[in-house]
């Protein structure tokens, strides 16, 4: 029966360390010291590239929405059919900035071939102006 406990509790510990290695060896920096995850980073990738082959066009975002996101959610879906995903809010962890930034890599770049380098940035300092202006007081 002791016998049997110890094996159990081996197996246990070092399939748990096996495990806490792999999520470990999962984690890289990127050349600006960012860690995040290669796996998720790479599934980002993978998703994009499924979801422009079935036609959808998807920014994924994270973090505290500027005043005026819904107006730039409402102008890219109207002009460009291009959706706003929101994946997380202020808190991610560096599976969702992996996920987003390998996502994005590639769905940002689909954009900007299919309508124009920097349409996002211009369309986001558009949308901002006029939200700008309409909410002066």
Known sequence: MLRTTLVIICCFVFGSRSLAEEIANDIV???QGQKYSAGAYTAGRAEAINDIKANKLI??????????????TKFLADKYHVQLKTVAGCIVDSKIVAHERGYNEISVAEIERRFGHGVLEKSAEDVQKKWEQAHKN
């Not at 920014?59 to 730039?72: D, F, K, R, T």
């Open 29 to 31: 920096e990127s050349p």
């Open 59 to 72: 920014i994924e975002v994270s973090g505290l929405p500027a005043p005026w996101s819904g107006e730039y």
